[in-house]
């Protein structure tokens, strides 16, 4: 079963990293999902300030703003998308993820399959 793991940094760094890790535990954990074959896409996200958000109203006018300026104080920094048996095993592979160290957090989501 496939499972998104969205990669949500709490804080950045001047540098626009997440907090409480190096790039170094990025490159340590991509090798670890590649070499256990569970790796089906992931990416790193530009920074914020790049974003654009598209709403359309009920008479379809379509209004762009810069950036997704939510109350959140997290920021959504990019994803892995794993296949792995169960979420007991995708749960497992979120907690190793440097993301979700300090004040980061992993959101694990199943992938919907609509063939099935």
Known sequence: MKYMLLIN???????????????EDWMVYDKEVREAGILVSGESLADLVTATTVRVSPDGERTVTDGPFAESREVLGGFYVLDVPN????????????????????????????DA
């Open 87 to 114: 979420l007991d095993v995708a749960l497992d592979w979120a907690a190793r993820c440097p993301g979700a160290r300090g004040s980061g957090s992993i959101v694990v989501r199943p992938i919907a399959d609509f």
């Open 9 to 23: 940094a709490g804080a950045v760094d001047e540098n626009g990293g997440a907090e409480g890790c190096a790039p």
